[in-house]
């Protein structure tokens, strides 16, 4: 799985002493452990069937549960909790 998610990847960042990363269809991973990657964006990703080339290409963030994910069109995601749930695309 994280071959995968490497060859979509634009962007990895330290937050909070772990690593998350951004790219493509809006995809968020946060890193918990070696080759353990969470996918946490629920409610940003694109839907299946979006042919829009969106994504994400810079992730920054205060802390664990203060990040922020922005892309290309004026396109930004936040990711308000620890687990991913309160996700919101604008």
């Keep these: 799985m994280a071959r995968n998610i490497m060859a979509i990847c634009v962007k990895l960042e330290e937050i909070a002493e772990r690593a998350f990363i951004v790219g493509m269809r809006r995809m968020v991973y946060r890193c918990d452990g070696v080759a353990m990657w969470t996918r946490i964006d ?49």
């Design 42 to 90: 629920q409610g940003v990703r694109c839907a299946e069937d979006d042919e829009s080339d969106a994504g994400f290409n810079s992730i920054h963030g205060f802390n664990e549960t203060d990040i922020y994910a922005v892309g290309g069109r004026e396109k930004y995601g936040i990711l308000t909790d620890q687990y991913g749930t309160n996700c919101k695309s604008y």
